[in-house]
């Protein structure tokens, strides 16, 4: 059974992952722009990054057979300096007729902080005036609530439909917020840290599978770029149907990505 991770960082990862991702069936990746390990000192930084997710990365993945998308933004980590931010988001619509680019992602909140919200409300006005899908970042541990719900907030008030909003990192506590007011949900899934696959698996026998999703993230902290079928095995060995399987790690990523018209995999 193929499988789509829809939310991994594979400029942090090696060639060999995308052969291990092939053999347990990754059929295709979307990676949204994130954090580089460090603060970019330059506008030009971004150029070059943002050819990377446009040019290298899906030559990588097609050596395996995994089609490559991408989304484009300044992450919320390095979104405090608003001038910064401003230079680099000036540089994201030359990039967005690219064929592999779904939208505008990964956006959100890292501490909260007003700079990170002006910054946030100008990208979901740029999504707006471009008419892309979004996919969002929320805040860890005791901030992730809080900032949930300002994300969900700065998107209604952008006008946007959250049903082409993906609220990504949701947690025990914060998923049924963001499923009841019409959001997609991404449960990242790491070894320790966010959601294990054990947590996801508890997360989607209280909540069902109706606009939910898994992903590994593989950033480049401690992290697993096979972390979503280890979570099938987790689903099969607590006797869940292939149908749930399928139904998470396919079909639901497949409605939601299928909304932009670049993104193309063979069915599973």
Not at 87 to 95: A, D, N, R, Y
Not at 161 to 187: C, K, N, Q, Y
């Amino acid at each position: 059974m193929k499988y789509i991770d829809p939310h991994i960082h594979m400029v942090s990862r090696t060639t060999d992952d995308y052969e291990r991702m092939a053999l347990a069936g990754c059929a295709a990746i979307t990676e949204p722009a994130f954090w580089a390990g460090f603060d970019r000192s330059s506008p030009q930084g971004f150029h070059d990054y943002y050819r990377q997710l446009t040019e290298t990365e899906p030559a990588r993945a097609a050596q395996y057979g995994i089609q490559h998308h991408c989304w484009l933004c300044v992450n919320p980590k390095e979104a405090e300096d608003a001038g910064f931010a401003r230079e680099v988001m000036s540089l994201i619509p030359e990039f967005m007729d690219r064929p592999n680019v779904l939208g505008i992602g990964e956006i959100g909140l890292n501490k909260n902080s007003r700079n990170e919200l002006v910054i946030l409300e100008e990208h979901l006005a740029l999504a707006k005036q471009l008419d892309q899908l979004v996919l969002v970042h929320t805040p860890h541990l005791e901030d992730k609530l809080k900032g949930t719900r300002l994300i969900m907030d700065a998107v209604d008030n952008a006008g946007l439909v959250p049903d082409r909003v993906l609220i990504d990192h949701v947690e025990e506590h914060t998923v049924s917020a963001v499923l009841d007011r019409g959001f997609w949900a991404g449960m990242t899934l790491y070894p320790e840290t966010k959601c294990t696959p054990q947590r996801a698996v508890d997360i989607l026998e209280a909540y069902g599978t109706e606009r939910l999703w898994m992903n590994s993230a593989g950033d480049w902290g401690p992290s697993d770029p096979l972390a979503v079928p280890k979570a099938r095995v987790e689903m099969r060995r607590r006797g869940h149907d292939d149908d749930m399987i399928r139904t998470v790690t396919w079909d639901n990523p497949m409605t939601f990505l299928s909304r932009s018209p670049r993104f193309r995999v063979t069915d599973a």
